[in-house]
């Protein structure tokens, strides 16, 4: 006990010795930490030699313990008035000097060419529809007329969920279409951006993932022409006036008829047989389209005797590689500021 009480009185002057050092807020946690420390402050010292004590001094001694404890919170909290009050009497703010600029950031190409497509067709009178990547095989191929053994059902082409056979990560986009015309009834006029994911391996104009837009429209009375008026005034606004559009038979299982949709080489325009994007042919393939196949309208509980629709879809980062006059799709997600920053000053 009587050890006890010769370091209350010892920690007391210590305190009082060290308090009228403090000149600022690091030192005053300093001391705070020193003598209230919750592992090795005096203070939670001095509490845990009570257990030493007997019973009937431990009373006793912990009253003193409690009386040092409060009169060094009152201390420190005096102490801090002070180091404040001081402190507000030194700074000072000049109004004048110049404000620190503060680095802006920019929309990322892909997601800025999306906004882009996205606002084009808002004013087209579409909506946008999102969906689930992780997918159902009925709702990414069976649902949309792919056959059993389509090559891209092939494993070389969709990621499997390990262990569940029927889940998948989806290959397009095309799923959000069904669960549209499931969910609603014709009219129906929509987009669906989104990722989508494949077995690739990454070059310049290839990766496992990637961004893509589909569109679809089902309605009474729809056309292989407003399919063509629509996409034609799509691709104009989004590339240029100027440009030349052709439409060239082709396949996919959900459509019939299909096309595949060319625009004229925005680099060479057709010009050059050497140039790197057309490949000499003045022409660059931008998306795949189509009439949707009755049975998939079926398969939704849509009367394809009494509707029909069209629907199309692009790749998002492809059509960046010629908006942006960019060779290699890879540079979109390599996180380099000095390409990013040129989409700020834009």
């Known amino acids: 006990m009587q050890e006890i009480q010769e370091k209350i009185n010892q920690y007391r002057l210590k305190f009082e010795e060290e308090a009228v050092r403090v000149r600022d807020r690091q030192g005053l946690e300093a001391l705070r930490v020193q003598f209230l420390?919750?592992?090795?402050?005096?203070?939670?010292?001095?509490?845990?030699?009570?257990?030493?004590?007997?019973?009937?001094?431990?009373?006793?001694?912990?009253?003193?313990?409690?009386?040092?404890?409060?009169?060094?919170?009152?201390?420190?909290?005096?102490?801090?008035?002070?180091?404040v009050k001081t402190q507000k009497k030194v700074s000072h703010l000049d109004l004048t000097l110049p404000g620190r600029q503060i680095p802006l950031g920019a929309p990322h190409p892909l997601v800025k060419l999306q906004e882009e497509i996205e606002s084009i067709f808002y004013q087209m009178g579409f909506s946008v529809e999102d969906g689930p990547e992780i997918e159902t095989d009925y709702y990414n191929f069976e649902a949309l007329n792919f056959p059993p053994h389509h090559p891209a059902r092939d494993d070389w082409d969709t990621i499997y969920v390990e262990g569940r056979e029927d889940l998948l990560?989806?290959?397009?986009?095309?799923?959000?279409?069904?669960r549209a015309m499931e969910?609603?009834?014709?009219?129906?006029?929509?987009?669906?951006?989104?990722?989508?994911?494949?077995k690739e391996t990454p070059d310049p104009t290839h990766l496992p993932m990637f961004?893509?837009?589909?569109?679809?429209?089902?309605?009474?009375?729809?056309?292989?022409?407003?399919?063509?008026?629509?996409?034609e005034s799509f691709l104009r606004r989004l590339f240029s006036e100027r440009i030349k559009i052709r439409f060239r038979p082709s396949f996919f299982p959900f459509?019939?008829?299909?096309?595949?949709?060319?625009?004229?080489?925005?680099?060479?325009?057709?010009?050059?047989?050497r140039c790197r994007v057309c490949r000499g042919s003045g022409w660059i393939e931008i998306l795949g389209a189509g009439m949707v196949d009755p049975q998939v309208l079926k398969n939704v509980n849509?009367?394809?005797?009494?509707?029909?629709?069209?629907?199309?879809?692009m790749g998002i980062d492809r059509t960046a590689m010629f908006v942006y006059q960019?060779?290699?799709?890879?540079l979109f997600y390599e996180n380099d500021l000095r390409l990013l920053r040129q989409f700020n000053r834009q």
Not at 37 to 50: A, F
Not at 183 to 198: D, F
Not at 255 to 272: F, H, R
Not at 302 to 313: N, Y
């Open 37 to 83: 420390g919750r592992k090795r402050g005096y203070i939670t010292k001095l509490i845990e030699n009570l257990k030493h004590l007997s019973p009937e001094e431990r009373p006793l001694m912990g009253k003193e313990i409690n009386e040092l404890k409060t009169y060094i919170l009152a201390k420190l909290e005096e102490i801090k008035h002070n180091v």
């Open 169 to 178: 990560l989806r290959t397009h986009t095309s799923p959000v279409q069904i």
């Open 183 to 198: 969910k609603r009834k014709p009219p129906i006029r929509i987009i669906i951006p989104g990722r989508v994911y494949r």
């Open 211 to 231: 961004f893509q837009v589909e569109g679809l429209v089902v309605d009474v009375g729809i056309t292989f022409a407003h399919l063509k008026g629509t996409l």
């Open 255 to 273: 459509t019939e008829p299909s096309a595949e949709v060319d625009i004229s080489c925005l680099v060479c325009q057709g010009k050059d047989s």
């Open 302 to 313: 849509i009367d394809p005797e009494k509707f029909s629709g069209f629907a199309f879809g």
């Open 326 to 330: 960019i060779n290699d799709m890879r």
